[in-house]
Nanobody
Framework: QVQLVESGGGLVQPGGSLRLSCAAS????????MAWYRQAAGKQRELVAV??????????YYPDSMEGRFTISRDNAKNTVYLQMNTLKPEDTAVYYC?????????????WGQGTQVTVSS
């Protein structure tokens, strides 16, 4: 079992920055990938960033829609993954969720944090 706890959300003005944190506990050695998703009100959850094979700093992927404003990083010693968000826009307002994915061995299992609210508004 993996437990995830996000923090760092809040209210920020347009153009501002925030850094979200996600602390993992439990069987963290079993995690293959770590990712951030977000879900705005009335919309589907969407991928923000993913770090594949996070223990060995594998590949990182961002959807084009993130426009290069977000950066995912990790601190393995703390079992923590971060999301640095810059040049925030009102449309970035959403609940941000941390995701841990176990692919090997199968079947695939996904764990989610409780989410942290990010509100971009003047």
């Amino acid at each position: 079992q993996v437990q995830l706890v996000e923090s760092g959300g809040g209210l920020v003005q347009p153009g501002g920055s925030l850094r979200l944190s996600c602390a993992a506990s439990g069987t963290t050695f079993s995690i293959n990938d770590m990712a951030w998703y977000r879900q705005a009100a009335g919309k589907q959850r969407e991928l923000v960033a993913v770090m594949v094979n996070w223990a060995t700093l594998g590949s990182i992927y961002y959807p084009d829609s993130m426009e290069g404003r977000f950066t995912i990083s990790r601190d393995n010693a703390k079992n923590t993954v971060y999301l640095q968000m810059n040049t925030l826009k009102p449309e970035d307002t959403a609940v941000y969720y941390c995701n841990a994915r176990i692919r090997i061995p199968g079947p695939e299992r996904n764990y989610w944090g409780q989410g942290t609210q990010v509100t971009v508004s003047s």
